[in-house]
C-alpha cells in the first residue's frame, strides 16, 4: 500500500513557476514508476507526465513538453513536477499517481495509487 499527498500547487500569474511535490509512504517507493496527471473542470484527467523507479526515463504530454520537469528523489519517496512557463490552461487539479511496474505509463487507468490533487490555478 503507498499513500501519496501532494502539496505545491496554488495561484500564479501566466509566465509564471511552480514546483508540485508528491511524497509517498512505504519503503518500496523506487519500485514505482510515477505519473502526474491534471483534470480541469468539465474535462477528463488527463496524462502529464511519468518517471520511471530509477528516474533515468521520463514522459511528457505534448502541451507541457519544454515547460514541465519531472524528477524524483528516491531516498525521500519524493517526485516533483517542476512547472514553468505557466499558461491559463494549464490550470486544473494536479494529481500524482504510483504503478508498481517497470517502464512509463500514460494510461491513468494503469496506476494503482493516487493522491488527493492540489490545485494549480494560473491566471491571464
Known amino acids: 500500500q503507498v499513500q501519496l499527498v501532494e502539496s505545491g500547487g496554488g495561484l500564479v500569474q501566466a509566465g509564471g513557476s511552480l514546483r508540485l511535490s508528491c511524497a509517498a509512504s512505504?519503503?518500496?517507493?523506487?519500485?514505482?514508476?510515477m505519473g502526474w496527471f491534471r483534470q480541469a473542470p468539465g474535462k477528463e484527467r488527463e496524462f502529464v507526465s511519468a518517471?520511471?523507479?530509477?528516474?533515468?526515463?521520463?514522459s511528457y504530454a505534448d502541451s507541457p513538453k519544454g515547460r514541465f520537469t519531472v524528477s524524483r528523489d528516491n531516498a525521500k519517496s519524493t517526485v516533483y513536477l517542476q512547472m514553468s512557463s505557466l499558461k491559463p490552461e494549464d490550470t486544473a487539479v494536479y494529481y500524482c499517481?504510483?504503478?508498481?511496474?517497470?517502464?512509463?505509463?500514460?494510461?491513468?487507468?494503469?496506476?494503482?495509487?493516487w493522491g488527493q490533487g492540489t490545485q494549480v490555478t494560473v491566471s491571464s
Open positions: 512505504g519503503r518500496t517507493f523506487s519500485s514505482y514508476t
Open positions: 499517481a504510483a504503478k508498481l511496474a517497470l517502464g512509463i505509463w500514460k494510461d491513468a487507468n494503469a496506476y494503482d495509487y
Open positions: 518517471i520511471n523507479q530509477s528516474g533515468a526515463l521520463t
